[in-house]
């Protein structure tokens, strides 16, 4: 059950930031629908909305890197959540292997270092 009427835009998604609640670190950014949000809510765990796939998946069900989610903020519009989580497994929240999928600078600098081999996880 939503209390906070959120704002799905026209495209039925709302952006979720998936933020480290120790270190305080954005790990990602992904989609939501009404159904992840709920699942969410219902399971403890992330799920998000893939736009490519058109479907509703846990974050981590292939890798094993889930996110346990501690608290689900809305922003001042409603239209944008920040989901506070423990990012679980090898730590990686990046399909590249990455803690964060926020791990280069515009320059094309890479800051922190891959966990794992995406190519061995997902083929």
């Known amino acids: 059950m939503i209390t906070v009427e959120i704002d799905y835009g026209d ?6 930031v ?21 699942r969410t809510r219902e399971t403890g ?13 846990k974050k981590g069900a292939t890798s094993g890197n889930t996110q346990r989610v501690e608290e689900v903020r809305v922003d001042c519009d409603a239209d944008a ?14 399909h590249t292997g990455h803690r964060s999928c926020f791990y280069r600078t515009i320059d094309g600098e890479e800051r922190g270092e891959r966990l794992f081999d995406p190519d061995e996880v997902y083929g």
């Open 11 to 16: 495209d039925g998604l709302v952006p979720v």
């Open 18 to 38: 998936a933020q480290d609640m120790s270190e305080g670190d954005v790990l990602m950014l992904a989609y939501a629908d009404e159904e992840a949000v709920e």
């Open 45 to 57: 765990y992330a799920h998000y909305h893939s736009r490519s796939r058109e479907e509703t998946w």
């Open 81 to 94: 959540l920040l989901y506070i989580v423990e990012q679980e497994g090898e730590g990686a929240a990046c």
